[in-house]
């Protein structure tokens, strides 16, 4: 389990909200999955070998996505890249992740490891990465966690953020 951040870049002109919604993103990838029905789900080989293409990122897509690799590897050399046909993944020590997917999509996680000053320090790492996305090429975030927008200009890190990490941290070791 993880906290994480969707991020987007928001059309010009457009709210976060009307750039992003949760619900939009889930009821395209059903679409695709289920080739326009209804939302019933059709197992049906040729829809999803369609569908999973529709999630190869393409050598443009891969090109942009290089570029952000590399300038989130020169601000922290610990990140390690790995890459598949459908992501391009930075894993840090610390546990945050990055997935870079087609559509100009990313991800961003941290595991709920972390209490006190090591976890606003992860927290604050991973923050910084959302910033530094922000800055490079417009990213913002939906937080589904705490159902927030950021746009990194002018947020700092929320110490709801820090709360409910290590709040479903102490949940988790009481399972």
């Not at 559509?103 to 941290?110: A, L, T």
Request: with cysteine.
């Amino acid at each position: 389990m993880s906290y994480e951040f969707q991020l987007f870049i928001p059309e010009q002109g457009k709210s976060l909200e009307e750039c992003y919604s949760p619900e939009s993103e889930e009821e395209k990838l059903l679409q695709q999955l289920t080739g326009g029905s209804d939302g019933e789900l059709s197992f049906d080989m040729a829809a999803i070998m369609t569908a999973s293409k529709n999630f190869t990122i393409s050598e443009d897509e891969l090109a942009s996505i290089q570029g952000l690799v590399n300038r989130l590897l020169e601000f922290n050399s610990e990140f390690e890249a790995v890459e598949t046909d459908m992501s391009v993944e930075l894993t840090h020590p610390t546990g945050i992740q990055i997935s870079f997917f087609c559509g100009k999509s990313i991800s961003v996680s941290v595991p709920f490891w972390y209490e006190g000053e090591e976890c606003r320090r992860v927290y604050s790492l991973m923050w910084e990465v959302c910033r530094l996305l922000n800055s490079y090429a417009g990213y913002c975030a939906y937080d589904g966690q705490l159902e927030r927008y950021y746009d990194f200009k002018c947020d700092d890190l929320p110490e709801e953020v820090i709360a409910l990490s290590e709040s479903m941290k102490s949940r988790i070791q009481t399972l």
